[in-house]
């Protein structure tokens, strides 16, 4: 009898037959990393064994940062979602309510294809990467997080925008029976958000779906969350249900409640002091002498020219 030994096995032989037939689809639509995207979305969480490790099997983006990453404990245990309240360890501490299985997105509004879609069907046709970002949130402190996403531009053509659409609006989950925090008027639910068209089609703006090579933590916006990395933290709007291709600019949540304090465009900008405190410098978490905080968090060289000629002190 003919017994194969390890390296004489296909992948046929070792994988059930629908499973096998499922992934080759994946890859024939060109997610090389199909099966790579259902684990990432399914997988339990594991702790990385070494922290800063990259994952081997996730596309490394160009668009990385090589500084040091922040731990995969301060990037899921200090973190801003009010939904969960308004300290930052409670979102660690609450958010195991959110139930992100199953999920559905809808895109909606000046497109020629509108959808609602599950999770899985939203992600599948995505080759998924790993992107080192910088993250300054407005309160003064800095996070490098490597996500695991795919640019937002790739998703939105799919529902085939019209050119009536100059912004677009994301929406967080409002559901009060999970998100405690919405219980309270601590903002206006649901959270939201909003891009100019050229913002979000820009290649570095990103749907991520986790982090450090693991599916993405609750506390961090699961199962999809926005990461525009020149813009401050509170842009990158967490566990999306809606996305909508409108044509005036959006109000986002923290425009409606403080709208001296909060514009629209949010770019990080060491010259534009919030009202309150000064923007010139930030900590970065793990780290004790403050850094200075750079003209679009470091992204200068790429999304500049989206500003020219824009007042960024009017525009703030
Ligand atoms: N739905 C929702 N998204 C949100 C927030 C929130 O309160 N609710 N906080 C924002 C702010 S202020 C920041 S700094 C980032 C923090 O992301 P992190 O906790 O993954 O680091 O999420 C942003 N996205
Ligand atoms: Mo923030």
Same mark, same amino acid.
């Given at each position: 009898m003919l017994i194969k030994t390890k390296a004489d096995l296909t992948e046929a032989d070792v994988t059930p037959e629908h499973i096998y037939r499922d992934r080759r689809r994946?890859?024939?639509?060109?997610?090389?990393?199909g099966a790579s995207t259902m684990a990432a979305l399914t997988a339990p969480l594991a702790l990385p064994r070494r922290a800063h490790a990259?994952?081997?099997?996730?596309?490394?983006?160009?668009?990385?940062?090589?500084?040091d990453k922040?731990?995969?404990?301060?990037i899921t245990t200090y973190n801003n979602f009010y939904e969960f309240g308004t300290g930052k360890d409670d979102p660690a501490r609450h958010a195991h309510r959110l139930k992100t299985s199953p999920w559905t997105l809808s895109v909606s509004g000046e497109c020629d294809k509108p959808?609602?879609?599950?999770?899985?069907?939203?992600?599948?046709?995505?080759?998924?990467?790993?992107?080192?970002?910088?993250?300054r949130c407005v309160e003064g402190w800095s996070m490098v997080i490597p996500w695991v996403g795919f640019p937002l531009g790739?998703?939105?053509?799919?529902?085939?925008?019209r050119s009536s659409a100059k912004y677009v609006e994301f929406e967080t989950l409002h559901d009060p029976k999970q998100m405690p925090g919405q219980r309270r008027p601590i903002l206006e639910w649901p959270y939201v958000e909003g891009l100019r068209m050229d913002e979000a089609m820009h290649p570095l703006t990103i749907l991520a779906v986790g982090l450090y090579g693991k599916k993405m933590p609750n506390q961090n916006g699961a199962p999809i969350r926005l990461v525009v990395p020149w813009k401050y933290g509170f842009k990158s709007i967490k566990s999306i249900v809606n996305i909508r291709f409108v044509e005036k600019q959006p109000t986002s949540s $923290?425009?409606? =409640?403080?709208?001296?304090?909060? *514009?629209?465009?949010?770019?990080?900008?060491?010259d534009v002091a919030?009202?309150? $405190?000064?923007? =010139?410098?930030?900590?970065?978490? *793990?780290?004790f002498r403050k850094r200075k905080t750079l003209m679009f968090n470091g992204y200068a060289d790429q999304v500049a020219s989206l500003y020219a000629g824009m007042d960024l002190k009017k525009n703030f």
């Open positions: 994946f890859m024939q639509q060109g997610a090389i990393l990259q994952s081997p099997d996730l596309v490394q983006s160009p668009f990385s940062t090589d500084e922040t731990s995969y404990e301060d959808g609602t879609l599950d999770i899985e069907d939203a992600v599948k046709p995505h080759t998924l990467e790993e992107r080192i970002y910088r993250l790739d998703f939105l053509k799919r529902f085939e925008p $923290w425009m409606k =409640a403080i709208p001296d304090e909060y *514009g629209f465009y949010s770019n990080v900008n060491p919030h009202p309150r $405190w000064s923007q =010139a410098r930030e900590r970065r978490i *793990g780290e």
